[in-house]
C-alpha cells in the first residue's frame, strides 16, 4: 500500500484492542490542537480537537488527552477495527489558525 | 455535496510547465489554505487566505501564486515546474481566521513533474 517505503512510527494493533497514538507539540503557547486521520489516496479527516483549557475530551471510541507540562498529546481509539486503519496526524494551532502537523503516525489492524 | 473539492485530482506534467490547481468549498468558511504533502507524508503550511486577502504566506517560492476570486475559491498557480514541486497538495477551509477553528481538507491534488 502507499504506507510501504514511509518510515513513519507505525502501530500495529490487534483488531478489538485498544490503540493510543502519542504526539508531542512544540509550542507551550499553542491553544488547540487536533487529531486528523488520513486514509490512502484521501485527505486529512478530522476526528477530534481539544482546546488548551481542557486536559481530556471524548468522543465516539476515541478519547484525545493533552499533557500542558510535557507538551504530550495521545489519541485513544477504542475497540479498533479494520477501518481505523490509516495515518494519524496531531496538529498545533500557533496563532492565527496556522496549523502545524506532527510527522503522522501509522496505524495497523490486524484481524 | 462535497465540502471542499479540488481539480484535478492527479496532474503529470514536463519540468519548465505552468499549471494551475483549483478549490472550491461550499461550507460558507470565510478561510482557505493550501498544503503540501511531501512524500514522507509531511504536511506543510502554504498560504492562507481569509475572504480573498493573503493572512498567511509560508516562505513559499515566488512561482506559486494563490488566487482567490471569491470568499469559495482558491487557486493555486505554479510557474515554470520543478521537480521538487511533485507532491499532494491539499485545500482546506476554516469557518474565520484567528480563530482555533477546525480546518476541513479536499482530496487532494497529487502533482507529478517529470
Known amino acids: 500500500g502507499e504506507s510501504v517505503g514511509l518510515h513513519l512510527p507505525t502501530l500495529s494493533v490487534q483488531e478489538g484492542d485498544n490503540s493510543i497514538i502519542n504526539c508531542a507539540y512544540s509550542?507551550?503557547?499553542?491553544?488547540?490542537f487536533i487529531w486528523y486521520k488520513q486514509e490512502s489516496g484521501k485527505g486529512p479527516q478530522f476526528i477530534i480537537d481539544?482546546?488548551?483549557?481542557?486536559d481530556k475530551r471524548q468522543g465516539q471510541r476515541v478519547t484525545v488527552l493533552l499533557n500542558k507540562t510535557v507538551k504530550h498529546l495521545s489519541l485513544q481509539i477504542a475497540a479498533t477495527q479494520p477501518g481505523d486503519s490509516a495515518v494519524y496526524f496531531c496538529?498545533?494551532?500557533?496563532?492565527?489558525?496556522?496549523?502545524?502537523f506532527g510527522a503522522g503516525t501509522i496505524l495497523r489492524v490486524k484481524s | 455535496d462535497t465540502a471542499v473539492s479540488q481539480t484535478p485530482k492527479y496532474l503529470v506534467t514536463q519540468m519548465g510547465n505552468d499549471k494551475s490547481i483549483k478549490c472550491e468549498q461550499n461550507?460558507?468558511?470565510?478561510?482557505m489554505y493550501w498544503y503540501k504533502q511531501d512524500s514522507k507524508k509531511f504536511l506543510k503550511i502554504m498560504f492562507s487566505?481569509?475572504?480573498?486577502?493573503?493572512?498567511i504566506n509560508e516562505t513559499v517560492p515566488n512561482r506559486f501564486s494563490p488566487k482567490s476570486p471569491d470568499k469559495a475559491h482558491l487557486n493555486l498557480h505554479i510557474n515554470s515546474l520543478e521537480l521538487g514541486d511533485s507532491a499532494v497538495y491539499f485545500c482546506?477551509?476554516?469557518?474565520?481566521?484567528?480563530?482555533?477553528?477546525?480546518?476541513?481538507f479536499g482530496p487532494g491534488t497529487r502533482l507529478t513533474v517529470l
Open positions: 482546506a477551509s476554516s469557518l474565520q481566521a484567528g480563530a482555533a477553528d477546525t480546518q476541513y
Open positions: 509550542n507551550s503557547a499553542s491553544d488547540y
Open positions: 481539544i482546546r488548551s483549557n481542557m
Open positions: 496538529a498545533e494551532n500557533m496563532g492565527g489558525n496556522k496549523l502545524v
Open positions: 461550507l460558507g468558511h470565510d478561510t
Open positions: 487566505y481569509n475572504n480573498k486577502e493573503l493572512i
